[in-house]
């Protein structure tokens, strides 16, 4: 499970390091993995509070892309 949220998480980065809007979907659903893995696999809470916060900036970051600065 870990390495399927690694892939996830390299797949998002380098799409968002390509300006491809789709990272952020990449970033969330790695996040969505990554919190599986933190409750059931490790048992490790800042791994699943590190990786809510995430999926949130991930939902942002999707939302207000190319939207420019306020």
Do not use: C, E
Not at 28 to 34: M, N, P
Not at 56 to 61: E, H, K, Q, V
Request: glycine fraction near 12%.
């Amino acid at each position: 499970m870990d390495w399927i949220a690694t892939g996830l998480t390299i797949v998002g980065s380098y799409l968002l390091s390509k300006q491809h809007r789709k990272g952020w979907v990449f970033l969330g659903i790695a996040s969505v993995v990554w919190i599986a893995y933190g409750t059931w696999t490790v048992g490790s809470i800042p791994i699943v509070i590190l990786n809510a916060i995430l999926i949130i900036n991930a939902i942002r970051g999707f939302r207000t892309w190319g939207t420019g600065p306020r």
